[in-house]
Nanobody
Framework: QVQLVESGGGLVQAGGSLRLSCAAS????????MGWFRQAPGKEREFVAA????????YYADSVKGRFTISRDNAKNTVYLQMNSLKPEDTAVYYC?????????????????????WGQGTQITVSS
């Protein structure tokens, strides 16, 4: 069983920065594809960013490309989301998600249905 715990959320002014962390338990963390998703009130959950098990591949939603950076530290079982130049439309609950890359393929997933494990979410509010 894998548990994911997000931290780092909060209130920030537009143009500011935040860094989210997602700490994972489980011996096979280093083999997990990790993703960040978000859900704003009244909207569906949407993909934000993903990173392969070894960090060699990353992918971003167009809406955050150039502003957000996903990274991971497998020694610390943690994935990060550095968010810069935040906008009010970035306001949402942010979730981290994990899926085991059984074949060490180095792939990333954009669709939420691929991910087997989810954190509880952390609120990001960007004021204008």
């Amino acid at each position: 069983q894998v548990q994911l715990v997000e931290s780092g959320g909060g209130l920030v002014q537009a143009g500011g920065s935040l860094r989210l962390s997602c700490a994972a338990s489980g011996r096979t963390y280093s083999r997990f594809i990790m993703g960040w998703f978000r859900q704003a009130p009244g909207k569906e959950r949407e993909f934000v960013a993903a990173i392969s098990w070894n960090g060699g591949s990353t992918y971003y939603a167009d809406s955050v490309k150039g502003r957000f950076t996903i990274s991971r530290d497998n020694a610390k079982n943690t994935v990060y989301l550095q968010m810069n130049s935040l906008k009010p439309e970035d306001t949402a609950v942010y979730y981290c998600a994990a899926d085991l890359d059984r074949s060490y393929s180095g792939r990333v997933y954009l669709d939420s249905y691929h991910y087997d494990y989810w954190g509880q979410g952390t609120q990001i509010t960007v004021s204008s």
